[in-house]
């Protein structure tokens, strides 16, 4: 499947590329847009950065495996990240994780099947203070219960 | 007590109401007076590093070259990703101009045109709002070629948000400046160092998000003010985020100095349910663990901790009663730095590997003396032995826990603890935690 | 010159030199995986950490520049810590392995693990898996399991062939190499990632599971596969070259080769098609005879032809011994003018790095040793005309296929009254030849070569034939060729009957008046340097290991620096 980038997405790399002195620097901002515009980080995707930034299809491929934030295979509607690193996990952390897990019925990086959600362990968030946490797509919940979590869940399905 | 970075004036971020609170004044007197200068007042204002290291900003800024042969940079560190550290992001919503005039402030005085905020990518939220900040300060004029206009000066900056994409080493300079240019976060070989050799191979200074939102009012009421505030050889407010087993986690700001008993108790209300403190973690997970029974008198600023035996880091303390399985605490930790270790270099890559593998054995019961004995012997030869500092990171937490918690981790290898909610060590307490809707 | 102190010895230093490199100028080498002279540093094995006095931390001597009166301890107590821990790191996860690895005999990891490693392992827990038997390029193989991460290979891509196909991919433990999704290493040296990748990770698809590396002996040649002229090793087991591998010349080649000139030089000398003892035609066949009587079938044949009627082809695939040889049988033995060779060239084979587009070892070679039509004789496309229009009617051809570079004489090749061909392997040509003369290959003797800028390089056997003797002609024995024994079938190696081209000439000559005796090539090089001009002053010592610049080549040098 070939990719391109729409016009808007093509102004905003224009955009983007303003802000450094080297096309290279705005990889990571171009592979957000390209995940934003495909819904992963597919070798097409890749492979149109490259040509876009006028790099090597190598160096773009380094770069999104070094990143966590970049999905090479597409993932849920609502992709929920979990945090389990200590001061989440000092508040419940791994016990939220196993229940979105059980109800879901999907282990760690995998999709529900309707492709509505998907589920990811992730390292922390920066929300220590509020643990623990759930972050869906970009927004963060956070200073949950089981409960809190339930409705989290019962509300996007919902949404659906 | 006066609040430096997170004042308590309602609606701060919007530029009105930081413009009426002597706003953007400090910019304007800084542009007034010679980089020298500026650079010499923080010197002697004694303000450190927020990031970890607690180095002399002023120092810092001074190994600038003078020479204006290539352009300079200044990178603004806001990768925050550090377990148990969640202060800068307050900033980015709470205060984000001051952060704004300091970067204009530190790239005047160390000549740099551009400053790039790199923002690590999971905070979408707080990118926003700080882009929303940035972009009324450049309409206001304040930031870019409108500057010129607005404070009658030669000296005109650009500021820039650098999004991360997930990768704790990127709040390591070297590692950042290469996210920056486009590439894997892989830490540089230092020396060169970032001064001599950069961004781009250019001049370049990277400051922690809180150390430059405390240079406005530096300028503004002058560095012998900051130099009274706290503990002498670390002066200033410290943005002290608690976590873990407390009533009231949350960022605190407050002088260097402070007991920890009191951040603990006094502001964060103590430990619910009036459990024991088994263990505390100062400064980020990456420092080294204090025994709980050890705290009393132990004071929040880089030189106590370093007396005491751990380090103030970025100031994020972590919290453990005595219900606390330490091993799952430990082997936790350990996997964070395994998961976070960019794998350029022998130590780190192999040596955080096997650290997680052996924890996890112990946690499984399949544990011995001996094992505790290896532990502490990789961790030790993984220090020092690396490119970069999350060597030490990874190793520390490690070495340091079990040779402090030597008892509680012997018992816990002859299965002498009964942990005591079976499965269940780090449940949501019956004590509930306030809960807010997010 | 600036001095600092290496182990309480004090040593030089070039201003910028690192500590490594002003070490290995004074002969000592600190242990390194990810160094290499040639390429960027990386710094990332940390196996050269030393430590310096009043400096706490150790640092690495691969990127510390040495400075003036500086203290380095290479082999401190603390050093060898750091050493054995940073060894142990790289031991955990690899996997043992070597009894079934490539790399084993030759391999750096083993060999540290010898010298530096405390010899036995700590490590009770899961090793990490990563990807086995990926085949990274058409001729390379990858082994992320055995891998150390040292990124050699991608350096190597990126700054010396300038085609970054190679990444680091992921992170932490789970870092790997990888080519692009879909894509293969391709290019033209590929091959060089496995002789710089210190472990058995990138192996050579054409050599993996063919032989043990310590069964292997090696000698220094030259590759003939353009006139660069790269140095390398040329490695043999039981009489059969197994592989060819670069060797340093500064001057010529660097550390590298191409893949071509690796792999696609030394197939002939085992193959099936080799010329083994002297061929006549009778009744039509080709047959095996003593060397005698060819040699005296081929003289009165040769007698019989008016030297004007006869032309020699000699070849810049044969050294300047044989091509001096060459010529001076046919001028003045046999009194001939139409002398030359054929050019072989491709404009699509060159490059800026080291390939040539002259896909010969010795064109200039042959040109200095007179391989060119003498006064009104006839040149190559004049002795094309001749065969085709009957007027020549013999012709000997040294070292060359003319039927495959001149398809088009198939018919008239038939039609010659006499054909002599020295070849190594029987060819198009020799399919009509009435005399086949089995030509030793480049690794079956002594002899030089001139690379494409006037730079004198010496062959050396590598593999016997019946007229070489292994320690006699100062051959490297491999472990098997020194110990086993007749009973042992791996030992027994096949010996082709065969000589060097100029030896041949010589025998025949000795059927004739003027004769041309030699004993070895060296003494042919003798009389070259004699009676040519830019030979002056050559002899073998002088021209050495790493070759040497003809005299008038130097003043160009000069000249042009």
Redesign the interface.
Same mark, same amino acid.
């Given at each position: 499947m070939e990719f391109k980038f729409t016009p808007g997405n093509q102004a905003k790399i224009n955009d983007t590329l303003k802000k450094y002195p080297t096309k290279k620097a705005a990889v990571m901002s171009v592979l957000f847009l390209g995940q934003e515009q495909n819904g992963w980080i597919s070798k097409e995707v890749m492979k149109e950065i490259a040509s876009v930034l006028e790099i090597t299809e190598e160096e773009v491929f380094g770069v999104v495996t070094f990143y966590t934030m970049f999905y090479e295979k597409p993932m849920g509607k609502n992709h929920l990240q979990v945090c389990t690193n200590v001061s989440c996990m000092l508040r419940g952390g791994y016990e939220i994780f196993i229940q979105v897990k059980e109800k879901l019925g999907i282990d760690n990086m995998e999709v529900t099947e309707d492709k509505n959600f998907s589920l990811e362990e992730v390292e922390c968030m920066g929300s220590c203070g509020t643990a623990p946490m759930i972050a869906v797509n970009e927004d963060y919940y956070e200073n949950l219960n089981a409960d809190k979590v339930n409705e989290i869940i019962e509300s996007l399905r919902q949404k659906n | 007590m006066e609040k430096i970075v997170l004042p308590d004036i309602k609606d701060l971020h919007k530029i009105e109401v930081y413009k009426a609170n002597d706003g953007y004044t400090a910019i304007n007197k800084a542009l007034s007076q010679s980089p020298d200068d500026l650079i010499e007042q923080v010197k002697k204002s004694g303000l450190r590093g927020r990031g970890g290291a607690a180095f002399l900003a002023g120092l810092k800024w001074s190994f600038m070259p003078k020479t204006n042969d290539k352009p300079k940079y200044l990178c603004v560190n806001g990768d925050e990703s550090e377990p148990g550290s969640f202060k800068d992001r307050q900033i980015f919503e709470l205060n984000p101009h001051q952060l704004i005039e300091g970067t204009l402030i530190t790239c005047y005085a160390i000549g740099a045109k551009t400053a790039y905020v790199y923002i690590r990518g999971e905070y979408h939220k707080w990118i926003k709002l700080f882009q929303d900040a940035l972009d009324d300060a450049y309409e206001a004029g304040f930031v870019g070629e409108k500057m010129k206009e607005t404070f009658n000066t030669d000296f005109a900056c650009e500021i820039y948000i650098h999004k991360g994409a997930g990768a704790y080493i990127c709040g390591e300079e070297t590692s950042l400046m290469n996210s920056i240019e486009g590439q894997r976060g892989y830490p540089r070989v230092k020396p060169p160092f970032p001064a001599q050799n950069g961004l781009w191979g250019c001049p370049t200074t990277i400051n922690n998000v809180e150390t430059i939102a405390n240079v406005p009012k530096i300028i503004n009421k002058g560095w012998e003010w900051f130099s009274k505030i706290g503990e002498p050889k670390h002066p200033g407010t410290i943005l002290f985020g608690i976590s873990g087993h407390v009533n009231n986690p949350g960022v605190y700001e407050l002088p260097s100095g402070t007991l920890l008993t009191d951040i603990i108790y006094k502001y964060a209300g103590g430990i619910p349910g009036d459990k024991k403190i088994l263990c505390v973690i100062p400064g980020g997970s990456s420092m080294p663990p204090l025994r709980g029974d050890g705290i009393e008198g132990v004071k929040m600023d880089a030189e106590s901790l370093k007396a005491a035996g751990s380090s103030i880091g970025t100031g994020g303390i972590i919290v453990m009663d005595e219900d606390t399985d330490l091993v799952k605490v430990l082997a936790r930790i350990a996997k964070f730095y395994y998961h976070e270790s960019c794998g350029q270099c022998t130590p780190c890559r192999e040596g955080t590997s096997w650290l997680v593998r052996l924890l996890d054995r112990i946690g499984q019961g399949n544990g011995s003396s001996h094992d505790l004995d290896m532990l502490i012997d990789v961790a030790s030869n993984i220090e020092g032995n690396t490119i970069c500092a999350l060597g030490e990171a990874a190793a520390w937490p490690v070495r340091f826990m079990v040779s402090r918690f030597r008892d509680y981790f012997e018992k816990r290898v002859k299965k002498e603890i009964v942990l005591p909610v079976k499965n269940k060590v780090h449940s949501m307490r019956d004590t509930a935690f306030p809960l807010d809707s997010p | 010159m600036s001095t600092f102190t290496l182990n309480d010895e004090e040593i030089e230093f070039k201003p910028g030199q690192t500590i490594i490199e002003a070490a290995k100028d004074n002969g000592t080498t600190i242990p390194h995986f990810c160094w290499h002279p040639k390429l960027s540093?990386?710094?990332?094995?940390?196996?050269c950490?030393v430590e310096l006095e009043n400096i706490p931390?150790?640092v690495?001597a691969c990127?510390t520049q040495a400075t003036e009166g500086m203290v380095v301890y290479s082999e401190s107590e603390k050093t060898l810590e750091?050493r054995n821990?940073?060894m142990?790191?790289?031991l955990?996860?690899h996997p043992l392995d070597c009894p079934i690895c490539d790399e084993a005999g030759e391999c750096k990891l083993q060999d540290y693990a010898y010298k530096h490693s405390i010899g036995e392992s700590?490590?009770v827990?899961?090793k /990490?898996h990563k990807d086995k038997r990926v085949q990274l390029g058409p001729r390379v193989m990858f082994d992320g399991d055995r891998c150390?991460?040292c990124s050699l290979c991608i350096r190597f891509c990126d700054e010396i062939v300038g085609e970054?196909?190679? /990444?680091?991919?992921?992170?932490?433990?789970?870092?790997t190499i990888? /080519?692009?999704?879909?894509?293969q290493m391709e290019n033209k040296y590929s091959l060089n990632t496995v002789d710089i990748c210190p472990v058995g990770a990138l192996t050579n698809t054409d050599f993996r599971f063919k032989t043990r590396v310590w069964d292997l002996s090696s000698n220094p040649s030259i590759c003939t596969g353009c006139s660069r002229g790269c140095n390398i090793d040329v490695w043999v087991i039981n009489n059969e070259i197994k592989r060819l591998t670069p060797s340093f010349n500064k001057e010529v080649n660097s550390y590298w080769m191409c893949d071509d000139g690796r792999l696609n030089t030394f197939k002939h000398v085992n193959a099936k098609d080799r010329v083994d003892g002297a061929h006549l035609r009778k009744d039509g066949q080709l047959i095996k005879v003593s060397w005698d009587e060819a040699f005296a079938n081929a003289s009165s044949e040769l007698k019989n032809i008016t030297n004007k009627e006869i032309a020699f082809i000699g070849s810049a695939f044969s050294t300047c011994e044989d091509n001096y040889l060459f010529t001076k049988f046919a001028k003045d033995v046999i009194g001939c003018k139409n002398i030359d060779f054929i050019r072989h060239t491709n404009p699509d084979f060159g490059d800026e790095l080291l390939r040539q587009n002259d896909l010969t070892p010795n064109t200039m070679g042959a040109e200095l040793t007179g391989v060119s039509p003498k006064q009104g004789g006839l040149n190559l496309d004049g002795i094309v005309q001749g065969i085709k229009s009957g007027k020549i009617k013999g012709l000997f051809i040294m070292e060359d296929d003319l039927l495959e570079a001149y398809p088009e004489l198939e018919k008239s090749l038939p039609s010659l009254e006499l054909l002599i061909v020295l070849s190594s392997n029987f060819n198009k040509t020799t399919a009509f030849a009435d005399f086949v003369f089995p030509a030793a290959t480049f690794a079956e003797k002594n002899g030089t070569f001139i690379n494409f800028n006037g730079r004198v390089q010496r062959i050396k056997p590598a593999v016997e034939t019946t007229d070489l003797d292994r320690s006699l002609d100062g051959m490297a024995m491999s472990r098997l060729d020194k110990f086993g024994t007749s009973f042992d079938r791996w030992a027994i190696g096949n010996k082709h009957d065969a000589r060097a081209s100029w030896k041949i000439i010589s025998g025949l000559s000795v059927l004739f008046d003027k004769k041309l005796k030699y004993k070895m090539s060296e003494n042919v090089f003798d009389d070259m340097s004699k009676s040519i001009d830019a030979f002056k002053g050559l002899d073998y010592d002088i021209i050495g290991k790493k070759g040497v610049l003809l005299k008038d080549k130097l003043n160009e040098v000069t000249q042009t620096v």
């Amino acid at each position: 499947m070939e990719f391109k980038f729409t016009p808007g997405n093509q102004a905003k790399i224009n955009d983007t590329l303003k802000k450094y002195p080297t096309k290279k620097a705005a990889v990571m901002s171009v592979l957000f847009l390209g995940q934003e515009q495909n819904g992963w980080i597919s070798k097409e995707v890749m492979k149109e950065i490259a040509s876009v930034l006028e790099i090597t299809e190598e160096e773009v491929f380094g770069v999104v495996t070094f990143y966590t934030m970049f999905y090479e295979k597409p993932m849920g509607k609502n992709h929920l990240q979990v945090c389990t690193n200590v001061s989440c996990m000092l508040r419940g952390g791994y016990e939220i994780f196993i229940q979105v897990k059980e109800k879901l019925g999907i282990d760690n990086m995998e999709v529900t099947e309707d492709k509505n959600f998907s589920l990811e362990e992730v390292e922390c968030m920066g929300s220590c203070g509020t643990a623990p946490m759930i972050a869906v797509n970009e927004d963060y919940y956070e200073n949950l219960n089981a409960d809190k979590v339930n409705e989290i869940i019962e509300s996007l399905r919902q949404k659906n | 007590m006066e609040k430096i970075v997170l004042p308590d004036i309602k609606d701060l971020h919007k530029i009105e109401v930081y413009k009426a609170n002597d706003g953007y004044t400090a910019i304007n007197k800084a542009l007034s007076q010679s980089p020298d200068d500026l650079i010499e007042q923080v010197k002697k204002s004694g303000l450190r590093g927020r990031g970890g290291a607690a180095f002399l900003a002023g120092l810092k800024w001074s190994f600038m070259p003078k020479t204006n042969d290539k352009p300079k940079y200044l990178c603004v560190n806001g990768d925050e990703s550090e377990p148990g550290s969640f202060k800068d992001r307050q900033i980015f919503e709470l205060n984000p101009h001051q952060l704004i005039e300091g970067t204009l402030i530190t790239c005047y005085a160390i000549g740099a045109k551009t400053a790039y905020v790199y923002i690590r990518g999971e905070y979408h939220k707080w990118i926003k709002l700080f882009q929303d900040a940035l972009d009324d300060a450049y309409e206001a004029g304040f930031v870019g070629e409108k500057m010129k206009e607005t404070f009658n000066t030669d000296f005109a900056c650009e500021i820039y948000i650098h999004k991360g994409a997930g990768a704790y080493i990127c709040g390591e300079e070297t590692s950042l400046m290469n996210s920056i240019e486009g590439q894997r976060g892989y830490p540089r070989v230092k020396p060169p160092f970032p001064a001599q050799n950069g961004l781009w191979g250019c001049p370049t200074t990277i400051n922690n998000v809180e150390t430059i939102a405390n240079v406005p009012k530096i300028i503004n009421k002058g560095w012998e003010w900051f130099s009274k505030i706290g503990e002498p050889k670390h002066p200033g407010t410290i943005l002290f985020g608690i976590s873990g087993h407390v009533n009231n986690p949350g960022v605190y700001e407050l002088p260097s100095g402070t007991l920890l008993t009191d951040i603990i108790y006094k502001y964060a209300g103590g430990i619910p349910g009036d459990k024991k403190i088994l263990c505390v973690i100062p400064g980020g997970s990456s420092m080294p663990p204090l025994r709980g029974d050890g705290i009393e008198g132990v004071k929040m600023d880089a030189e106590s901790l370093k007396a005491a035996g751990s380090s103030i880091g970025t100031g994020g303390i972590i919290v453990m009663d005595e219900d606390t399985d330490l091993v799952k605490v430990l082997a936790r930790i350990a996997k964070f730095y395994y998961h976070e270790s960019c794998g350029q270099c022998t130590p780190c890559r192999e040596g955080t590997s096997w650290l997680v593998r052996l924890l996890d054995r112990i946690g499984q019961g399949n544990g011995s003396s001996h094992d505790l004995d290896m532990l502490i012997d990789v961790a030790s030869n993984i220090e020092g032995n690396t490119i970069c500092a999350l060597g030490e990171a990874a190793a520390w937490p490690v070495r340091f826990m079990v040779s402090r918690f030597r008892d509680y981790f012997e018992k816990r290898v002859k299965k002498e603890i009964v942990l005591p909610v079976k499965n269940k060590v780090h449940s949501m307490r019956d004590t509930a935690f306030p809960l807010d809707s997010p | 010159m600036s001095t600092f102190t290496l182990n309480d010895e004090e040593i030089e230093f070039k201003p910028g030199q690192t500590i490594i490199e002003a070490a290995k100028d004074n002969g000592t080498t600190i242990p390194h995986f990810c160094w290499h002279p040639k390429l960027s540093i990386s710094g990332n094995c940390r196996v050269c950490l030393v430590e310096l006095e009043n400096i706490p931390k150790l640092v690495i001597a691969c990127s510390t520049q040495a400075t003036e009166g500086m203290v380095v301890y290479s082999e401190s107590e603390k050093t060898l810590e750091a050493r054995n821990a940073v060894m142990e790191f790289l031991l955990i996860n690899h996997p043992l392995d070597c009894p079934i690895c490539d790399e084993a005999g030759e391999c750096k990891l083993q060999d540290y693990a010898y010298k530096h490693s405390i010899g036995e392992s700590r490590y009770v827990e899961e090793k /990490t898996h990563k990807d086995k038997r990926v085949q990274l390029g058409p001729r390379v193989m990858f082994d992320g399991d055995r891998c150390i991460s040292c990124s050699l290979c991608i350096r190597f891509c990126d700054e010396i062939v300038g085609e970054p196909e190679l /990444t680091f991919i992921k992170r932490g433990n789970g870092v790997t190499i990888s /080519t692009f999704p879909g894509k293969q290493m391709e290019n033209k040296y590929s091959l060089n990632t496995v002789d710089i990748c210190p472990v058995g990770a990138l192996t050579n698809t054409d050599f993996r599971f063919k032989t043990r590396v310590w069964d292997l002996s090696s000698n220094p040649s030259i590759c003939t596969g353009c006139s660069r002229g790269c140095n390398i090793d040329v490695w043999v087991i039981n009489n059969e070259i197994k592989r060819l591998t670069p060797s340093f010349n500064k001057e010529v080649n660097s550390y590298w080769m191409c893949d071509d000139g690796r792999l696609n030089t030394f197939k002939h000398v085992n193959a099936k098609d080799r010329v083994d003892g002297a061929h006549l035609r009778k009744d039509g066949q080709l047959i095996k005879v003593s060397w005698d009587e060819a040699f005296a079938n081929a003289s009165s044949e040769l007698k019989n032809i008016t030297n004007k009627e006869i032309a020699f082809i000699g070849s810049a695939f044969s050294t300047c011994e044989d091509n001096y040889l060459f010529t001076k049988f046919a001028k003045d033995v046999i009194g001939c003018k139409n002398i030359d060779f054929i050019r072989h060239t491709n404009p699509d084979f060159g490059d800026e790095l080291l390939r040539q587009n002259d896909l010969t070892p010795n064109t200039m070679g042959a040109e200095l040793t007179g391989v060119s039509p003498k006064q009104g004789g006839l040149n190559l496309d004049g002795i094309v005309q001749g065969i085709k229009s009957g007027k020549i009617k013999g012709l000997f051809i040294m070292e060359d296929d003319l039927l495959e570079a001149y398809p088009e004489l198939e018919k008239s090749l038939p039609s010659l009254e006499l054909l002599i061909v020295l070849s190594s392997n029987f060819n198009k040509t020799t399919a009509f030849a009435d005399f086949v003369f089995p030509a030793a290959t480049f690794a079956e003797k002594n002899g030089t070569f001139i690379n494409f800028n006037g730079r004198v390089q010496r062959i050396k056997p590598a593999v016997e034939t019946t007229d070489l003797d292994r320690s006699l002609d100062g051959m490297a024995m491999s472990r098997l060729d020194k110990f086993g024994t007749s009973f042992d079938r791996w030992a027994i190696g096949n010996k082709h009957d065969a000589r060097a081209s100029w030896k041949i000439i010589s025998g025949l000559s000795v059927l004739f008046d003027k004769k041309l005796k030699y004993k070895m090539s060296e003494n042919v090089f003798d009389d070259m340097s004699k009676s040519i001009d830019a030979f002056k002053g050559l002899d073998y010592d002088i021209i050495g290991k790493k070759g040497v610049l003809l005299k008038d080549k130097l003043n160009e040098v000069t000249q042009t620096v």
